[in-house]
């Protein structure tokens, strides 16, 4: 669990540094340390970022599971919309003299500003949530399993009750929360909302569900040190 909850929240964190501050179109960095890039070399830099960024979000689209017809629906626009894009993206050939730099720098301005960025924003949020969602699928049904052992080794007597049963509690509730918490992004993706609310809720969903985690190992500890006596 650790390893996904940090894939997606690496994913998280990237996804927002991106969509908040894309590098600027022809122009070089700020860096007065370095020499400066040539106006050809920052905007093919650029068009590499942002297709790169297409196809990392396209791939977060094709992972995910478990959606029901509707969501399916959805995806499946969202990966034409980003087929479109990145056929966009390969077809731009900047000129070795710069010739025309200007002319693809204002035009991949003006996508950017004509819905573009925006359709990113929903793309991404939609990836979020579900991803999301299919890791807390995954901690219930873990949670589920460990609750049927519990249960099995008690009415063996081989494991007594108390300890391994409030810790479980205590992962239920970190579960329920994580729950509440994407049941409400999910609404606000269904409405639209500002994306920052809804990736507030996912983070701290995410870490409802690393508490669980925790939980679940200690209670594995627990019961490996009281039933090999």
């Known amino acids: 669990m650790g390893k996904l909850a940090g894939l997606l929240l690496a994913f998280f964190f990237l996804t927002q540094s991106a969509l908040a501050a ?19 070399v920052s905007l093919q830099r650029v068009i590499d970022i942002l297709e790169s960024q297409a196809r ?39 000129n070795d003299d710069g010739s025309n730099v200007k002319v693809i720098a204002n035009e991949i301005k003006s996508r950017r500003q004509n819905n573009y960025q925006a359709e990113i924003r929903k793309i991404s949020d939609f990836v979020l949530v579900y991803q999301a969602m299919n890791i807390l699928r995954t901690a219930e049904k873990r949670f ?44 606000l993706l269904d409405a639209r909302a500002k994306n920052e609310t809804l990736r507030f809720l996912i983070s701290d969903a995410i870490k409802n569900i690393r508490q669980a985690y925790k939980d ?14």
Not at 22 to 40: H, M, N, R, W, Y
Not at 69 to 76: H, N, P, S, V
Not at 83 to 89: E, F, I, S, V
Not at 147 to 171: Q, V
């Open 22 to 40: 894309s590098p600027p179109i022809g122009q070089a960095p700020s860096d007065t340390s370095k020499p400066a890039e040539s106006p050809v």
């Open 56 to 94: 990392d979000l396209r791939q977060g689209l094709v992972n995910l599971s478990g959606l029901k017809d509707g969501q399916k629906q959805r995806r499946q626009a969202y990966l034409m919309f980003l087929d479109g894009a990145l056929d966009y993206y390969e077809s731009l050939q900047v």
């Open 144 to 187: 589920t399993r460990i609750d049927s052992d519990l249960e099995r080794l008690i009415g063996l007597a081989i494991l007594k009750a108390g300890k391994p049963e409030i810790i479980l509690n205590d992962a239920h509730a970190s579960l329920a929360a994580a729950d509440s918490l994407m049941n409400q992004a999910e609404t």
């Open 216 to 229: 679940f190992f200690a209670i594995s500890h627990f019961v490996a040190a009281n039933t090999n006596k």
